[in-house]
Every structure is written in structure tokens, then in C-alpha cells.
């Protein structure tokens, strides 16, 4: 017996020649698509265990969220009006405490709470670093969805010894790789190449050879990047990960944004990947001379671009679509229109985006022998006539919410707008304890209008001292020797 089986529906299969079939049918046995053609009668009748008539929709694979955060998603609107500095304070704040152990009650609400929305909003595969990743595991697992995660590791921002951080990112490797029938994907984590010392990443890279793991970490995410690789004995950021063998396909680089044309083609030719996250960054500027992300520069030299939401409640928005429309915009605001076209967007949203993250074997298509990954979008509505450039109707008018079907491996995350996975009302009450109890253990005040944080001398008193300390230091003396004479 067939298992799922969708027909006379608009199927987009982002293969590798882009079929699109106009009345189509996708076949799912157990785990994997089995078929994917032209509707014939017989699909209407079919023996199968959840038969989906495809009229008025659209199938296309699951959307990849190639770099995100989860663990604050309880907080969600509470950063929406702050300034880029009280943002990166409260940000490092936080990070503290949930390092400690302190907010074990607020992680597992926001990656609960950001599961659930990323289902709702058609995303079935997501990268995500956090800092209680083995928190997050059983909650991604038990929600169906695939997920490449890992802790966070950095030795000049946490106050925690290498070694520690080492052995916990390896034990989190043995117990959650390949977990999950699968879905499950552990990962390293490095955090940025503005907080790791050269003999952490040398580190990381031993590791990552070692388990044969994604490399997960922001790069170039600002100006002072370089900086910082210099202090570390590197020509750039690029340069350093070459150097300590971390230059290669395994490497995921979220941002990229301070990269300029010759970055770009250094990070194709070693087959590296990008994560481009275009909203966090165009709602915090936190550089006014760094140029955007050199989009046109990665495209021209054929690199592997994905897109992700980052901090999704930085920014208030679980959709991946509005994410690609706004690659395109802000694309087209820095270099002029038509940067990049519709069909290019469709695939960093599915196909570039799995293979971003080593999981294009498995997933970002439809076709024959992929894991059953899909998303149905109700396209019945006037926003959507006349039905004409598929590509452009995807990325630039269907909204996370014309979603009604998810699939994961063959399992149904959600069917005609129903949550199969997940308890809605009890993810809303546990949000909703966990937002309370947080402003009654701190000075925040989170409220309908708005939300007030506390007095700046109380954050800084709970700053880390050590490690920050430390790259400050690090990044002064580089950029005095930077400008002494020769």
C-alpha cells in the first residue's frame, strides 16, 4: 500500500532540470518519494493510507532554515524597539545565564514555541546553534522535524576552560548524531571568527576531522572579523579557517556579510557554504560602513547559498518566504534590480539550502529516492491569480500561512492546518509560565505595548568578565599594531 499519495496538484520538484508539472502526483512509500509525475486517473482512487487532492495547491519540497537560534523564541517581541547596543548587551546577558543553567525553563519553551511555528510556516529541515543544545534535541526530535544542532563554543566569550567546552561538544556528538531515525544531526559550533583564539579553532577542526561533522559558525559577520584573524596570526577570517584546515565543505558560514568579491570566491572554490540571513541584518545594522552581504559576488563564483531566519524573534517573523523576498529586496536596493532571479530564490530556499547543509543527498527535492520532505501550499485565492511564473508566486507572494500540509520522512507534521506533532495549547501555556516566571526573576518588563529592560548597571554587572575582557584586549593591541609603521 502506498502511504501518502498527493495528486492534481501544482508541483514544483526543484530537481535538477526544475520540472514543474502543472497537474502532478508525488508518491511517498514509508520514508521516501517513490514517484513523482504527471496525474493519471487512477491516483484518484488510490489505496493509499492519506490521499491529498492536490487541486488549487502547490507542492514543493520542505523549506531549509539554514542558520537559526532557537532558544530565546519566548521572548519574541521583547527586543523589537531596543538599539543595536542594548540589543548585543542584553544578548550577552542572557547567553550567560542560559549558559549557567539558569533559564534551563525559558529554552525549552522557545525551542518548543519555534519548532511549532517553523512546522506552521512550512520549514522541515533546520540548522540551529544554542548554548543548551541537548535541551532542544528531544523537543526538534519529538516534533518531527530535521535538524543539524550543536552548542555553541567559543573561548573568549564564555568564561568556561577549552577543554570543557571541547569534551561537552564531543559527548553531544556521540549521544545525538544520526538520532531520531535520522533526522537528528549533531554539529560544531564555533561560534563566530570574532571570539575564538587560533588554538580553539585548531581545535574544532581535530574534532570536526575526527566525527566527520558540519562546521556550523558566523563568519564575516562584521568588520572587525578580520581583525581579530589577525590577532590570531591569519591574513583574514578566511585565510585562518584555511590555515587550521576548516576550509572545505563541511564548513556552514552564516552571514558573510562584511565579505567582499574576492571572499566570495575563495569560499566557492572550497566548496564552502553560506547561510544568508537578510532580515536579522537589515532590521540591526550594527556596522553603518560594512557593505551587504556580497550576494551577486557568491552567484557569479557558483557558491552554495541558503537562507535563514537567525534570530527569529529579533526580528518577529517565523517566514522563510518573506525571507527570500527579502534577499531579493535588499539585493536589488544595494546593486540595482534583478540580482537574482525567482527560480534562484526558490532553490535557496529548498535545494541550496540542504546542500548548505550536507543534506541535499536527502533532501530539498522532489524526486525518486529523496526522504518525503514536503510542504502544500493552499493557493486558491485571489492573491495568487492569474497563476503564472511559479517562481516569482513563491517567493514573492505566498506567505508562511497559505501553508496547510507538512511532511517529514513520510509522517505528517501537519494536514489541512492541524498540528499532528505537537500540542498547540499546552506549547501556548508552557510560552506563557516561562515568559512570567522570566519577568519575575528579572527586571524586565514584557507587557501587550511593549516591553522595558533593566537599568544598564545591572546588565553589566551580570556580563562575563573574563572572556569578553579578553577579546577586547585582543582586538585593541591588533588594531594599534595594524597601524604602527613598518
Known sequence: MTDVLVHDALVVTVDDHDNVYESGTVVVEDDRITEVRPTIPDDRTADAEVVIDGSDKLVM?????????????????????????????????????????????????????????????????????????????????ESGLRALTGPLISDLFWDEPVESQLRRAEKFIDDHHETYDGRIHATL??????????????????????????????LLEDSVSDLNARANKGEDSIGLLDDVGLLNDRLLAAHFRAADEEDARRIAEADAN??????????????????????????????????GLDDHYYHDNNDMFGEARQTRLMANHEWTANQITSLELVRMLTA???????????????????????????????????????????????????????????????????????????????????????????????????????????????????????????????SIKDHLPL
Not at 522570566?438 to 544598564?456: A, F
Open 61 to 141: 519540497p520542505g523549506l531549509v532554515n539554514a542558520h537559526a537560534h532557537l532558544e530565546s523564541s519566548a521572548l519574541r517581541g521583547a527586543y523589537s524597539d531596543l538599539s543595536y547596543g542594548e540589543l548585543l548587551v542584553d544578548m550577552t546577558v542572557i547567553c550567560q545565564q542560559l549558559a549557567k543553567g539558569e533559564l534551563d525553563y525559558l529554552a525549552e519553551a522557545g525551542v518548543r514555541l519555534a519548532a511549532l511555528n517553523f512546522i506552521r510556516n512550512g520549514i522541515t529541515s533546520v540548522c540551529t546553534m544554542d548554548i543548551r543544545s541537548e535541551l532542544g534535541v528531544p523537543i526538534l526530535g
Open 189 to 218: 559550533c564555533p561560534h563566530d571568527d570574532m571570539t575564538l583564539t587560533r588554538g580553539m579553532w585548531e581545535s574544532v577542526a581535530d574534532t570536526a576531522e575526527e566525527y566527520d561533522v558540519v562546521v556550523h559558525t558566523h
Open 274 to 307: 553560506v547561510a544568508h540571513c537578510p532580515s536579522v541584518f537589515a532590521y540591526w545594522s550594527p556596522d553603518e560602513t560594512c557593505e551587504w552581504m556580497p550576494l551577486p559576488s557568491l552567484r557569479d563564483f557558483d557558491a552554495t547559498v541558503g537562507l
Open 352 to 478: 541550496e539550502g540542504a546542500r548548505a547543509l550536507s543534506l541535499d543527498d536527502q533532501t530539498g527535492s522532489l524526486e525518486p529516492g529523496k526522504k518525503a520532505d514536503l510542504t502544500v501550499v493552499d493557493i486558491d485565492d485571489p492573491n495568487f491569480k492569474p497563476l503564472t511564473n511559479i517562481y516569482s508566486l513563491v517567493s514573492n507572494a505566498v506567505t508562511g500561512r497559505d501553508v496547510e500540509t507538512v511532511i517529514v520522512d513520510g509522517n505528517l507534521l501537519m494536514h489541512d492546518n492541524d498540528i499532528e506533532t505537537m500540542d498547540e495549547e499546552a506549547v501556548f501555556r508552557e510560552v506563557d509560565e516561562a515568559l512570567e516566571r522570566y519577568t519575575d526573576e528579572t527586571d524586565w518588563e514584557i507587557t501587550l505595548t511593549g516591553s522595558k529592560r533593566p537599568g544598564t548597571i545591572s546588565n553589566v554587572r551580570d556580563l562575563p568578565k573574563r572572556g569578553p575582557a579578553h577579546l577586547v584586549g585582543r582586538l585593541a593591541y591588533q
